[in-house]
């Protein structure tokens, strides 16, 4: 069974094997956390991302996928990028989110990393909210059947940090 940790701080610090991005469709940098990502990690990340656009992913990655480039400048090797859905009232789109972590563990088994690093997916800009967002991760990587051994959450503040933490200690 996957160890799971919790640090409070700046994703782009964390020494693992790969940093998971909460990238946009575009792969092409953003705000939050992928912003954060691309500009830490440099102009490697943002080659690597154009050249999967230019060749898989045309139109954007999808919505719940996840793919992996270098991670340039990070202390990680790799950045895992995946999209989470944007929250919704009016449909339930839980399974994607989940699929953000199951699909972000794969591509981690692929490359063998032994650490990955999370950020809470679509709990920012996204909205969704953050109980709800702690409680499908936990969830996912719990039940995940990966080969990876130790999963960090980083929680960029202290509210985030205590809803996983209280998340972790009741399931």
């Not at 799971?4 to 909460?22: E, K, R």
């Not at 990340?45 to 996840?66: N, V």
Request: glycine residues 10%.
């Amino acid at each position: 069974m996957v160890n799971i940790t919790l640090v409070q701080g700046d994703i782009t610090q964390v020494p693992v094997d790969a940093v998971v991005n909460a990238a946009n469709s575009s792969l092409l940098g953003g705000g939050g956390v992928d912003g954060a990502i691309h500009r830490r990690g440099g102009p490697e990340i943002l080659d690597a991302c154009r050249a999967l656009r230019a060749s898989r992913y045309g139109k954007g990655l999808p919505t719940g996928r996840a793919v992996a480039t270098t991670a340039g400048r990070l202390p990680a090797q790799w950045v895992i990028h995946t999209v989470g859905p944007v929250w919704s009232r009016e449909e339930d789109r839980s399974e994607l989110l989940a699929s953000c972590y199951r699909e972000s563990l794969r591509v981690a088994d692929e490359l063998g990393a032994a650490t990955v690093a999370f950020p809470a997916i679509s709990t920012g800009v996204y909205g969704w909210p953050m109980d709800d967002g702690a409680r499908i991760a936990v969830e996912t990587v719990r039940t995940s059947g990966t080969a990876v051994e130790e999963v960090r959450f980083v929680l960029f503040d202290e509210p985030a940090y205590r809803t996983f933490a209280a998340r972790i200690s009741a399931s």
